[in-house]
């Protein structure tokens, strides 16, 4: 179904790149919410699920909050707070710094490593629903993407 069905427009796109902004828009709010029915019975959310993963990437080395929240997808998440969340659940832990007394590194559990793993398995059956989609498509796709980023941000 193309997108002028998906949000019932009745009339054209002003152009392609008013049709390609409020594709991106929709398609990002379908992917969040994918990504929510995802995570939903693992008990974390997508913002949670970046973290561990940037904390998976550093380990068995320890992160600071600011490299997590310097390498987190959605910048407007208060990575503080996250961290608390994951913590209270036994996903990461918070040591003192080794190099600075006064700062705190997180760590990610052996627990986090594990939730992480379920979660990659569900999220891998999940992504097999696009094997349909060529690697050519996809990956021109990517370069539309970044060359659309790189071209707003200029």
Excluded: H
């Amino acid at each position: 179904m193309g997108l002028e069905e998906e949000i019932k427009q009745g009339k054209s796109f002003e152009n392609e790149y008013e049709k390609l902004v409020v594709n991106l828009i929709y398609t990002n709010s379908w992917l969040s919410e994918q990504q929510q029915n995802t995570f939903r019975p693992f008990g974390i959310t997508s913002p949670q699920y970046n973290v561990l993963r940037i904390l998976r990437g550093q380990y068995p080395e320890p992160c600071t909050v600011n490299t997590i929240i310097d390498r987190m997808l959605d910048r407007m998440s208060n990575a503080s707070r996250i961290v608390d969340r994951l913590e209270a659940k036994g996903l990461v832990e918070r040591k003192v710094c080794k190099t600075d007394r006064r700062a705190k590194d997180v760590v990610i559990t052996k627990q986090g490593l594990d939730l992480l793993d379920d979660v990659n398995n569900a999220t891998a059956q999940w992504m097999k629903k696009f094997q349909g989609i060529s690697i050519a498509d996809i990956a021109a796709a990517n370069e539309t993407i970044d060359a659309f980023r790189e071209a707003g941000s200029v």
